[in-house]
């Protein structure tokens, strides 16, 4: 399989992904564009294919992040927009439906942690 065809098919999943509801959600983490350095923030929903986070300073659709979750590897995503300081962004790799799953048990909508 040709890196073409594999690309084609994670675009077809994430907006397959992407029509299915984002949970709504608060989570304290860390946004990293490439090149620069880590910044607080507060991701504000969140699916298989993507999430949205506050990005006060713009961040450019098509830039690569990082974004880091407590107790989780750093996860590599491309900015999709940017308004009024908050970015969207889709991640390189599909969450994992178990990850997500396990993200979504362990945090109210508050941002409190659920041990």
């Known amino acids: ?4 065809n594999t690309i084609g ?8 992904d992407r029509s299915a509801p984002r949970t709504r ?3 304290p983490a860390q946004l990293r564009a490439s ?10 929903d969140l699916s298989l294919s993507g999430f949205s986070a506050t990005a006060l300073n713009r961040m450019h659709p098509g ?4 974004l880091t979750l ?5 996860l590599q995503a491309e900015v999709v927009w940017w308004e009024n300081g908050v970015a969207g ?5 599909l969450l994992s ?10 945090y109210r909508g508050d941002g409190s942690f659920k041990g």
């Open 1 to 4: 399989m040709s890196m073409q």
């Open 9 to 16: 098919r994670y675009e077809v999943a994430a907006q397959e």
């Open 25 to 27: 959600i608060m989570i």
């Open 35 to 44: 090149g620069s350095r880590a910044f607080q923030t507060v991701v504000n």
């Open 63 to 66: 830039s690569i992040c990082w």
């Open 70 to 74: 407590p107790g989780l590897e750093s």
């Open 89 to 93: 962004c889709a991640f390189t790799n």
């Open 97 to 106: 439906p178990i990850v997500h799953d396990n993200i979504l048990a362990r």
